[in-house]
Nanobody, 113 residues
């Protein structure tokens, strides 16, 4: 059984920063990929950033240059800088391991003055 637990969300003013963390536990070791999706109110879930086991990263165009994804085995982080109102949403950690995908419960990020 695999469990992903996120932390680090909250309320921040535009231009501020937040750091999200996610820890995978259970029967999982060195996942193929880990990363983050987000879902804004009334919108579909979208990919934010991903990091493979080899360290290759990929970002949504809207966050490139502002967000940085990093990982340490079964932990993944998302450093978010220069936050904008449109970054508001629920951020979900995900992991791909042995052809299965796993999801966290989500953490709310609200960017507002």
């Amino acid at each position: 059984q695999v469990q992903l637990v996120e932390s680090g969300g909250g309320l921040v003013q535009p231009g501020g920063s937040l750091r999200l963390s996610c820890v995978a536990s259970g029967s999982i070791f060195s996942p193929n990929a880990m990363g983050w999706y987000r879902q804004a109110p009334g919108k579909q879930r979208e990919l934010v950033a991903t990091c493979t086991r080899d360290g290759n990263t990929n970002y949504a165009v809207s966050v490139k240059g502002r967000f940085t994804v990093s990982r340490d085995n079964a932990k993944v982080y998302l450093q978010m800088n220069s936050l904008k109102a449109e970054d508001t949403g629920v951020y979900y950690c995900y992991s791909i391991f042995q052809f299965s995908d796993y999801w966290g419960q989500g953490t709310q990020v609200t960017v507002s003055s």
